[in-house]
């Protein structure tokens, strides 16, 4: 369990860094579109990763409404759909990368 949540935190703390350097690139007046796609996908995961593995820590009252975790869980989901899904991401990442289907065609 230890190992785990080590291994969150340091997923929290790379995606932290990601912030930054987007949020950084924007005040340089910068082009930071990747980043912040890069960020918001990302954060959508992690959304869904950190609060499940909790989850799964509290056992059946984890899933019980009364429990922090259990709203976590719901609430974050919504990270990868509202704002742009997950889908909309990949594909402003393809478009930069030029790696779209169809594109340069
Ligand atoms: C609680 C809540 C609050 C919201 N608040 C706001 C708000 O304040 N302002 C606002 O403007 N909107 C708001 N929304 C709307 C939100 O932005 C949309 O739900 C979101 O953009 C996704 O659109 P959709 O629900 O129509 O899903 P759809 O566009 O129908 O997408 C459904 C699924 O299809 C897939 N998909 C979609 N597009 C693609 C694609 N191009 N390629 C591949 N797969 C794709 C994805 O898996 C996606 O999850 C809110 C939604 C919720 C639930």
């Given at each position: 369990m230890h190992f785990k949540l080590a291994e969150l935190q340091t997923e929290i703390e790379l995606l932290r860094s990601l912030i930054y350097r987007a949020a950084e690139a924007m005040i340089a007046g910068a082009d930071m579109t990747q980043l912040a796609t890069m960020a918001k996908l990302k954060a959508g995961k992690l959304g869904?990763?950190?609060?499940?593995?909790?989850?799964q820590y509290w056992g059946g009252m984890g899933f019980m409404n009364e429990t922090p975790v259990s709203r976590a869980f719901r609430d974050h989901r919504i990270d990868s759909i509202a704002g742009?899904?997950?889908?909309?991401?990949?594909?402003?990442l393809c478009k930069g990368m030029g790696t779209l289907p169809g594109m340069g065609q």
């Amino acid at each position: 369990m230890h190992f785990k949540l080590a291994e969150l935190q340091t997923e929290i703390e790379l995606l932290r860094s990601l912030i930054y350097r987007a949020a950084e690139a924007m005040i340089a007046g910068a082009d930071m579109t990747q980043l912040a796609t890069m960020a918001k996908l990302k954060a959508g995961k992690l959304g869904r990763e950190l609060p499940s593995a909790c989850l799964q820590y509290w056992g059946g009252m984890g899933f019980m409404n009364e429990t922090p975790v259990s709203r976590a869980f719901r609430d974050h989901r919504i990270d990868s759909i509202a704002g742009g899904a997950e889908e909309v991401m990949l594909t402003i990442l393809c478009k930069g990368m030029g790696t779209l289907p169809g594109m340069g065609q």
